[in-house]
């Protein structure tokens, strides 16, 4: 008898007698197999050299391997807003907007208005705070109040000086309105102009979908001494606010959030959720303001995308060339853009 392989071994008290376990095969009869017939079936290399007949056995194939760990696929939250009519009404959900036109087409929507109802929207305030107006940027957890439009009223304008003492802004859906009106000046005099006033028309003329740049230039080209009219729309207001004559302090004007998660709305592109940096922050405070001094306008949506054009930008030629790719209309004087790219590398080099 040959040598038995033993791979398992056990004892059992049965009847005083110990039984052993063994790998021995053994076939149909019960006789036991010798080693060569326990092998696998297939042909032996002896066999396949005499025999190219005999058709070769495939080794076993490897158990299949998991597949490699990946990221978690996590759905991307859909931002969701909470609005109100500024007047008054009850709380309305909006999303899926990437603009503002967009914007308040769903505000439109929730509330059953047209969009062109609409003058411009506040974050967080129901009064006509213009350091509160929704431009590029809202805050993720920001409640919109929508300004619609109230009273028409026409007001007669003669010009004493070269400056109206207006600073005019736009909701970026075709309605141009006043942010800031200088003490002292030629409209501060007239208490029926107020803030959040939307300029419809200059003698007659609409300009309904100008942009305010475009309207600041033709209230400067009126000639001295000379009358003309403005028709205003004003905001529709609630019972409290009512002979209000809103006025913003200079002093935060434009005033961003450091640090705080915002959704970028782009006139072209999606939406992008980012956060503001220090620097972002101060650079578009001084455009915006070089915005004022050399074209009567306020506009942080505009003055952030100067900042995002010109602070990767080595020279000021690299600078004007990137700022008249994205905003060419403007045309904006060589003067105003060398101060632009001052104010930006003294932002960034620590120097304000």
């Known amino acids: 008898m040959g040598t038995i392989d033993l791979f398992f071994l056990e004892k059992m008290q049965e009847s005083g007698n110990v039984t052993w376990f063994s790998n021995t095969r053994h076939d149909q009869n019960g006789d036991p197999m010798s080693p060569q017939e326990t092998?696998?079936?297939?042909?032996?290399?002896?066999?396949?050299?005499?025999?190219?007949?005999?058709?070769?056995?495939?080794?076993?194939?490897?158990?299949?391997s998991p597949p490699p760990p990946g990221p978690p696929d996590y759905p991307r939250p859909r931002l969701i807003f909470h609005t109100q009519l500024a007047h008054g009404s009850p709380t309305g959900r909006i999303h899926g907007f990437t603009n503002v036109k967009e914007l308040y087409a769903k505000i439109a929507e929730v509330f059953n208005i047209s969009p062109s109802e609409i003058l411009f929207c506040t974050l967080n305030s129901h009064k006509v705070d213009m350091q509160k107006l929704l431009g590029g940027q809202i805050g993720l957890e920001d409640f919109i109040f929508a300004h619609v439009r109230g009273e028409t009223k026409e007001v007669e304008v003669t010009k004493t000086e070269d400056a109206l003492g207006l600073t005019i802004t736009d909701n970026g859906a075709g309605y141009a309105f006043i942010k800031r009106i200088k003490e002292g000046s030629t409209i501060d005099r007239l208490k029926t102009v107020c803030v959040g006033d939307h300029i419809e028309a200059i003698n007659d003329q609409s300009i309904v979908g100008c942009r305010h740049y475009e309207v600041a230039k033709m209230l400067k080209e009126q000639p001295r001494g000379t009358p003309f009219t403005?028709?205003?729309?004003?905001?529709?207001?609630?019972?409290?606010?009512?002979?209000?004559?809103?006025?913003?302090p200079k002093s935060s004007e434009g005033k961003m959030v450091n640090g705080k998660e915002t959704l970028r709305l782009r006139s072209k592109g999606a939406a992008t959720v980012q956060e503001v940096n220090e620097f972002e922050e101060q650079a578009?405070?001084?455009?915006?303001?070089?915005?004022?001094?050399?074209?009567?306008?306020?506009?942080?949506?505009?003055?952030?995308?100067?900042?995002?054009?010109?602070?990767?930008?080595?020279?000021?030629d690299d600078f004007a060339e990137a700022l008249d790719s994205v905003l060419g209309d403007f045309a904006f004087p060589d003067v105003f853009l060398f101060d632009v790219w001052?104010?930006?590398?003294?932002?960034k080099n620590g120097r304000i």
């Open 342 to 347: 001052g104010a930006i590398g003294d932002v």
């Open 39 to 64: 092998k696998p079936a297939g042909a032996t290399e002896h066999q396949k050299a005499h025999n190219p007949n005999v058709e070769p056995s495939a080794p076993p194939l490897p158990p299949p």
């Open 230 to 248: 403005l028709r205003l729309v004003e905001p529709k207001k609630a019972f409290d606010m009512i002979g209000m004559r809103t006025k913003a």
């Open 284 to 316: 578009t405070k001084k455009v915006d303001d070089l915005l004022e001094s050399y074209m009567g306008i306020r506009d942080v949506e505009l003055a952030t995308t100067i900042v995002e054009a010109g602070k990767d930008k080595k020279n000021p």
